[in-house]
Nanobody, 124 residues
Framework: VQLQAFGGGLVQTGGSLRLSCAASGSSFSRSTVAWFRQVPGKEREFVAADGRGTYYADSVKGRFTISRDNAKNTLYLQANSLRPEDTAVYYC?????????????????????WGQGTQVTVSS
């Protein structure tokens, strides 16, 4: 599976963005997929995942929505009510395995395939 993320940009506080992640490969519909984000000097942070249900970091719950279109092999992240602290490079990730615990979905080292990242900047 190859992943390519796009859709980032500069937005004001309270604004919205929709990130997309185009995937190649026939296994996408069966894959566990997720979004992570990272700022310089910090570890990659879990944002949301879709596998056996959807999972969100507490910091984005109620504001972000993960979804996928298996017919288009595309993963999405709808980010609403954006805040300056949401500023980061956002990465999409995928793995062919099904994870069994909620904790597993949030661990970056569980995912084998990664996109190149797209920058989201939220101005105050």
């Amino acid at each position: 599976v190859q992943l390519q993320a796009f859709g980032g940009g500069l937005v004001q506080t309270g604004g919205s963005l929709r990130l997309s992640c185009a995937a190649s490969g026939s296994s996408f519909s069966r894959s566990t997929v997720a979004w992570f984000r990272q700022v310089p000097g910090k570890e990659r942070e879990f944002v949301a995942a879709d596998g056996r249900g959807t999972y969100y970091a507490d910091s984005v719950k109620g504001r972000f929505t993960i979804s996928r279109d298996n017919a288009k092999n595309t993963l999405y992240l709808q980010a609403n009510s954006l805040r300056p602290e949401d500023t980061a490079v956002y990465y999409c990730a995928a793995d062919d395995r099904s994870f069994n615990t909620r904790t597993s979905f949030s661990q970056a080292n569980r995912y084998y395939f990664w996109g190149q990242g797209t920058q989201v900047t939220v101005s105050s």
